[in-house]
């Protein structure tokens, strides 16, 4: 099993800005997931993208995916304030294990 | 569906006592996850179960945890007997295989004092 490991730590922004975030794996994948975890809240799965793709969008977000340089990242655009959460990357095999996260703060 | 669901949301315990968390996984879903939360730590896999079965457990911390899945609507955490350093919030999630999106209960805020 492996887990991704996101940067920035922190992130703080003005609302209206775009925020990206990037996740770093070791090993192959078969996909790779995004999480949103609101504070005290449970994590909220937000994409998946598989191997095989390089892009792909859902609203605002937009995640692309570089399997040759084992990386990935996030981009909200058009941030709200209401983006404000920590945002993790996963790796799934059989288990699902997570990184540290990306705190962002999105400033009204 | 309602979604994972963890009972308590809260619990406060003293030192020494024993704790069980329950969660009910989304019916259907194959894999139930245990993780817990620390500032410290993070979001740490305790253990993990396929089909009520114990796949990993080299996330648990000590003897003092143990899990189990008796059938597939209802699994178990339980520390006995609990320290103050497992004050953490608890997670369980479940998923419907392998690889596919984890789905993840509140949570349940544990205070040992």
């Known amino acids: 099993s492996q887990q991704g490991e996101e940067d920035p730590q922190a992130l703080s922004i003005q609302e209206g800005e775009n925020a990206t975030m990037n996740c770093s794996y070791k090993?192959?994948?078969?996909?790779l997931q995004w999480y949103r975890q609101n504070s005290g809240r449970g994590l909220v799965h937000l994409i998946l993208?598989?191997?095989?793709?390089r892009e792909k969008h859902s609203g605002r977000l937009r995640v692309t995916l570089d399997t040759s340089k084992k990386s990935s990242s996030l981009l909200i655009t058009a941030s709200r304030a209401a983006d404000t959460a920590s945002y993790f990357c996963?790796?799934?095999?059989?288990?699902?294990?997570f990184g540290a996260g990306t705190r962002l703060t999105v400033k009204p | 569906d309602a979604g994972v669901i963890q009972s308590p949301r809260h619990e406060v315990t003293e030192m020494g006592q024993e704790v069980t968390l329950r969660c009910k996984p989304i019916?259907?879903?194959?894999?139930l996850f245990w993780y817990r939360q620390t500032m410290m730590r993070g979001l740490e896999l305790l253990i993990y179960?396929?089909?009520?079965?114990?796949?990993?457990d080299s996330g648990m911390p000590e003897d003092r945890f143990s899990a189990k899945m008796p059938n597939a609507s209802f699994s178990t955490l339980k520390i006995q007997p609990s320290e103050p350093r497992d004050s953490a919030v608890y997670f369980c999630?479940?998923?419907?295989?392998?690889?596919?999106?984890?789905?993840f209960g509140q949570g349940t805020r544990l205070t040992v004092v």
């Open positions: 999630a479940s998923s419907p295989g392998v690889g596919l999106v984890a789905f």
């Open positions: 090993t192959s994948i078969n996909n």
């Open positions: 993208i598989r191997s095989n793709e």
């Open positions: 996963a790796i799934p095999n059989n288990d699902m294990r």
């Open positions: 019916s259907g879903h194959d894999y």
């Open positions: 179960f396929n089909n009520n079965v114990p796949i990993d």
